[in-house]
């Protein structure tokens, strides 16, 4: 059979990986990390860094194309392997996603066509800069240009000292000031594009944040309005057709008042991969991100995917693991007791506070029940209640 390859091995190497099983197809894993959560179930796995020239030619070798799982997978790799096999996402384009200079650049042009645009924003790359950057952008939120995820790379400014302060803390690196927004609601959209530019799109998730990490993502009819999610999922498309985009892409956006009825979107930032926030379609969808993933490498034919249940996807962070400084095993059990409860683990071994080490998606008829459930498994596990 043919092998797919993916750069990366973590959760979402790993669900790339079983999708792609799934569909008769071996899959290589390139990741330094021996026992990486992709690297475990792999056919093929190459411990090697990213960079490795060896480990790429193997790569090579043993795959019809390549994806990649990791935003931070350096630009150029893609490139490299780009010249010899079919890569997607391409390098460009993961290039701007990576940088969120760029990637704001992109939005704002991407708002001509569909007129939503980024946070009121600055670029910070010298002390000139931060002396320009003007009061409507304060308070605001300092993030590093580069390399930042789940919040890490961030610090909440309220007065252009601490700005100073926060940049110096930073390591004087590029950054990007955005004003802090007065958030209604968060939202993200998941396409997928062919190399022939055919885009489908999944159903529109509504996800809560805590402490700047995705804690719970839910997706059934009435949780966001009909209007505000398909001008969300339109917006997601030119985003992806100006990048000329070739795989899985996540478009976050944030809903702030307007004093419209539904409030006004703003796009935050994307992954060009498979997100976090579109686990529920394993579950809940007749086609995963996935399986979405591997069809767009693949050059398979592109369906609209539809809901069959409504869900609710809970993060299990590493804080599960412990209580009271002591490490234990959360009750899953308990929560396996509830019906439509599917429990994912990602074979990490070692559970860190704030570290993703799995995700748990209730699906069920309608919302009501599907939030029923999942608040009372919240309440089994000793999560904290959300609306
Ligand atoms: P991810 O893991 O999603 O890649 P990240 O580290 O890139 O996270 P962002 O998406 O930029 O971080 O921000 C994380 C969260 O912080 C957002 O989902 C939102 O809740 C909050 N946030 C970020 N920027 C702003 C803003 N300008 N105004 C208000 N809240 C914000
Ligand atoms: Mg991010
Ligand atoms: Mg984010």
Not at 94 to 122: I, M, N, T, W
Not at 214 to 220: G, I, K, P, Q, R
Not at 359 to 373: I, K, Q, S, W, Y
Request: glycine residues 10%; charged residues 20%.
């Amino acid at each position: 059979p043919a092998t797919l390859g993916v750069l990366g091995g973590g959760q979402l190497g790993r669900m790339f990986v079983h999708a792609a099983q799934a569909m008769g197809y071996q899959a290589a894993v390139l990741d330094p990390d021996p026992v990486s959560p992709a690297g475990k179930v792999a056919d093929v796995h190459i411990a090697t860094a990213y960079d490795d020239e060896q480990g790429l030619a193997q790569l090579l070798q043993r795959c019809e194309a390549v994806t990649t799982e990791f935003e931070n997978v350096p630009a150029e790799v893609l490139a490299t392997l780009g010249a010899h096999r079919p890569v997607a996402p391409g390098a460009a384009a993961v290039a701007v996603a990576q940088d969120r200079r760029a990637e704001k650049a992109h939005f704002a042009a991407s708002a001509r066509l569909s007129g939503v645009g980024p946070a009121p924003h600055a670029v910070i790359e010298s002390e000139a800069d931060l002396a320009r950057v003007p009061q409507a952008l304060l308070p605001g939120i300092l993030k590093s240009a580069r390399l930042g995820y789940d919040g890490k790379g961030q610090r909440r400014v309220a007065s252009r000292d601490e700005l100073a302060a926060a940049w110096a803390q930073l390591g004087g690196v590029p950054c990007v000031l955005e004003r802090q927004l007065g958030l209604r609601d968060e939202l993200s959209v998941i396409v997928a594009r062919g190399a022939d530019g055919a885009m489908v799109t999944l159903p529109v998730q509504r996800n809560v944040h805590r402490h700047g990490i995705l804690a719970v993502t839910e997706v059934f009819e009435g949780v966001l309005p009909v209007r505000l999610a398909q001008q969300a999922r339109d917006a997601t498309m030119a985003v992806a057709a100006e990048l000329d985009y070739v795989g899985v892409l996540c478009v976050e956006f944030f809903v702030i008042d307007d004093g419209s009825a539904d409030g006004a979107l703003v796009v935050n930032e994307m992954a060009p991969r498979p997100h976090n926030s579109g686990h529920y379609s394993i579950d809940a969808c007749d086609v995963s991100q996935f399986e979405l993933q591997v069809r767009t490498l693949a050059g398979l034919p592109l369906t609209s995917p539809r809901a069959h249940s409504a869900a609710v996807m809970l993060n299990l962070l590493g804080d599960l693991w412990w209580r009271s400084g002591n490490p234990t095993t959360p009750d899953w059990a308990g929560v396996l007791a509830l019906p439509g409860v599917h429990l994912h683990l990602y074979g990490k071994l070692d559970a860190r506070p704030g570290r993703k080490m799995g995700h748990l998606t209730v699906t069920a008829a309608d919302g009501h029940e599907a939030r029923r459930v999942a608040w009372e498994a919240a309440a089994r596990l000793g999560l904290a209640p959300w609306r």
